[in-house]
């Protein structure tokens, strides 16, 4: 009988891997890109202005995000300036951990916006919306608007 050692390494042939086709983005995807990135900048100007420059809800490190109370999915939502407070990361990121956990949040919008503000955007999470490519341009121009 013969006895084997360690089995016999094999070089297989490594195969080149295609490159990925990237796609392009829409003429949706642009705009919606554009429309964040002009109603993020209104908002955390708009906070820097109110709360003087520091988080409104930790009050320890400078506005550096937009922070939604209620989550970005919800489309009808994503861009109410209401839903919406200029936030550092630290805050942004500790809440999408504990989404649903901790109320902190939630008593901060109730004191400084009002439990009415609060039910108006729960029963709004309910309602689909599906924006046109002219309402996504009227948003972008309204923001605009307000950032100068």
Not at 26 to 36: G, Q
Not at 78 to 86: F, S
Request: proline share 4%; with cysteine.
């Amino acid at each position: 009988m013969l006895k084997r050692g360690k089995p016999l390494k094999r070089s297989y042939i490594k195969r080149r891997k295609k490159p990925k086709k990237r796609r392009k983005k829409t003429a949706r995807k642009k705009l919606l890109d554009k429309l964040w990135k002009v109603c993020s900048l209104y908002i955390r100007l708009r906070d820097i202005k109110k709360y003087g420059g520091g988080c409104p809800l930790c009050n320890n490190n400078p506005i550096q995000v937009a922070f939604h109370f209620l989550p970005r999915g919800i489309k009808i939502i994503k861009y109410d300036p209401i839903n919406l407070v200029g936030a550092c990361k630290n805050c942004n990121f500790h809440e999408m951990k504990t989404r649903g956990a901790d109320f902190r949040y939630e008593k901060w919008f109730i004191a400084n916006r009002g439990q009415e503000e609060w039910d108006r955007l729960n029963k709004l999470k309910y309602t689909i919306v599906q924006y046109s490519l002219d309402d996504i341009e009227k948003m972008i121009k309204k923001f605009e608007g307000l950032i100068e």
